[in-house]
C-alpha cells in the first residue's frame, strides 16, 4: 500500500499528484462511491477513493441488477454482454400462491428492455477499477477513522486512516469529501448526520446452492412470504427470490423489514423456506455452497442531510435503497452520479458561496428524483409492517393477475410520462406527486 509521500497511478496511467492533498475524497468503493469517483475523475478532477477491504471482497446481496442499473453501467462505459461474464435476463417472474407470472422488462427510451446478474465480489471489484481507469486514486485497505473537521466552522476538511496491515496512519485532505461508507457509515455518524427513526429498514438474508435452473433468464420474487412451520402460515412483511447465476448456482434470499417486530430467526426461516422449495429447484442441504449471510438495508433516503458542512451522503450511507423493493444497486449508482454531477459544478465556482450554493442542489436532486416513488414504497412499507393487514391482505388474494402487474410495475420503477399504457402513466404520476416527508 502507498504512503502517504508515494506517488500513486491509476489504471488509465494519469500521474497522481502526491502527498495527501485530493479535490474530492470518496470513502468507501462499492457501487455508490466508485460512480461517484468514475463521474468525478473522468472530469479531470483528482479523486481519492478510498476502500476499508481489499478486493475481491463479499457482500450480501441478490446479485439481480434490474435495467436501471443496467443503465449506469452502460453509463460507465462498462461492457455489459454476456461475452465478458454477464448473465442477461428477460425479466422478473412474481409469485404468489399457487400463481406464477413472468413479466419481460419494458423497452424504454430511458432503459434497455434486460437485467443482469453477477456476483457482488466480481462486480464492485470491476467498478472501483473502473473508477481507477479514469483516474481515481484508489486504495485499498484504508480504513477510515474519522472526520478531519474545522473546528471554527464545523467543516470537513478531509479524513483521517489507516493504511494496510500495518494500520500506517494518514490523513487527507480535500475541500468536499463523499461519504459511500455503507449502512454503518462511520464517517456520517461523526459528522452528526443521524439515522431517521420514522423511516423503515430492511434486512436481507442470502445464500447459494446449486442448482439445474443455474440458467433462468428471469429473477424470481415469492411475493407471500410465510414461516413453514407457522400453524396459523402467517403472511410475512417481505418476500424471498431466487436468482440464477448462471454458473451452477442459484442466490437465494429474503428481504424483510425489521419495522413489523416480529421474534423470528430469519437465517433459520430462510433454510426452512428452501426446503419447501419445487422439487426442480434440486434445493438440498448438501446443495448449499455458502452460510446464510445477512445485512441491514438502509431505506427511503433515512439518513439526513443528504448534504452539509462539506459532506455528501450517497449510496447506503444516505439510505437510498427503495423501501418497497429492497432494491440498492441502481439507487446507489445514480445517487453517486448525481453528487459527482454536483461536486464539479461547486468546485467550478469562484466563490465560497457560489460552491456551497451548488452543494446545496444535491439533495435537492435526490428529492426530485426518489421522493414520490420511495413515498410510495413507505406507504407500503408501513402496511406490512402491520401483521393484521398484512393478514387481511394475503386472503384477498395476492396471486391475482391484476395484483401481481401492479406489484411488478411498483416493483421496478420503470416508467415513460409519455407512455400509451394507462397503468404506466397512473404510476409515474403518483410517483411525482406522491408526498415525500
Not at 275 to 283: C, K, M, Q, R, T
Not at 297 to 323: C, E, F, I, K
Request: proline share 6%; glycine share 12%.
Amino acid at each position: 500500500m502507498p504512503g502517504p509521500e508515494q506517488q500513486v497511478t491509476g489504471d488509465g496511467g494519469r500521474s497522481a499528484r502526491t502527498g495527501e492533498d485530493a479535490d474530492v475524497i470518496v470513502v468507501g468503493a462499492g457501487p455508490a462511491g466508485s460512480t461517484a469517483a468514475y463521474h468525478l475523475a473522468r472530469t479531470g478532477l483528482d479523486v481519492l477513493l478510498l476502500e476499508k477491504s481489499a478486493f475481491p471482497r463479499e457482500k450480501v446481496c441478490g446479485d439481480g441488477l434490474t435495467p436501471r442499473a443496467v443503465k449506469q453501467l452502460t453509463d460507465l462505459g462498462i461492457d455489459v454482454s454476456e461475452e465478458a461474464g454477464w448473465l442477461h435476463n428477460r425479466g422478473l417472474r412474481l409469485v404468489s400462491g399457487r400463481r406464477s407470472i413472468e413479466f419481460d422488462w419494458p423497452e424504454l427510451s430511458a432503459f434497455p428492455g434486460y437485467g443482469l446478474v453477477r456476483r457482488r465480489a466480481d462486480f464492485d471489484e470491476l467498478l472501483a477499477r473502473r473508477a481507477a481507469s479514469a483516474g481515481a486514486r484508489l486504495v485499498e485497505r484504508a480504513n477510515v477513522a474519522g472526520p478531519s473537521v474545522d473546528e471554527r466552522t464545523g467543516r470537513i476538511t478531509g479524513v483521517t486512516a489507516r493504511l494496510g496491515e500495518e494500520r500506517e496512519p494518514v490523513s487527507y485532505r480535500a475541500p468536499v469529501v463523499v461519504a459511500a461508507d455503507g449502512n454503518s457509515t462511520r464517517l456520517s455518524v461523526a459528522m452528526k448526520r443521524y439515522r431517521r427513526t420514522d423511516r423503515a429498514m430492511g434486512v436481507a438474508y442470502r445464500t447459494y446452492f446449486t442448482t439445474p435452473r443455474h440458467e433462468d433468464r428471469y429473477l424470481e420474487a415469492w411475493l407471500d412470504l410465510r414461516d413453514p412451520g407457522d400453524p396459523g402460515r402467517r403472511l410475512l412483511p417481505g418476500y424471498a427470490w431466487v436468482f440464477g447465476m448462471g454458473d451452477g448456482t442459484a442466490n437465494v434470499g429474503l428481504g424483510v423489514l425489521d419495522t413489523a417486530h416480529i421474534d423470528l430467526d430469519w437465517r433459520d426461516l430462510l433454510r426452512r423456506w428452501c426446503d419447501d422449495l419445487p422439487p426442480e429447484y434440486a434445493y438440498t442441504p448438501e446443495a448449499v455452497t455458502e452460510p446464510v449471510r445477512g445485512s441491514a438495508l438502509p431505506m427511503g433516503l433515512n439518513r439526513q442531510p443528504h448534504y452539509a458542512d462539506g459532506l455528501l451522503l450517497v449510496g447506503d450511507a444516505g439510505g437510498t435503497v427503495s423501501p418497497g423493493t429492497g432494491e440498492g444497486i441502481a439507487y446507489a449508482m445514480e445517487s453517486g452520479r448525481f453528487a459527482a454531477e454536483t461536486v464539479v459544478q461547486a468546485l467550478a465556482r469562484r466563490t465560497d458561496r457560489g460552491r456551497e450554493l451548488a452543494l446545496r442542489a444535491y439533495p435537492q436532486a435526490l428529492r426530485s428524483a426518489y421522493a414520490g416513488y420511495f413515498a410510495l414504497g413507505r406507504l407500503a412499507a408501513d402496511l406490512l409492517g402491520r401483521p393484521r393487514l398484512l393478514g387481511a391482505a394475503g386472503a384477498a388474494g395476492l396471486g391475482h393477475p391484476s395484483l401481481l402487474k401492479v406489484a411488478f410495475r411498483l416493483m421496478v420503477n420503470l416508467t415513460e410520462p409519455n407512455s400509451k399504457d394507462a397503468l404506466d402513466r397512473l404510476l409515474h404520476l403518483v410517483g411525482r406527486v406522491a408526498p415525500g416527508r
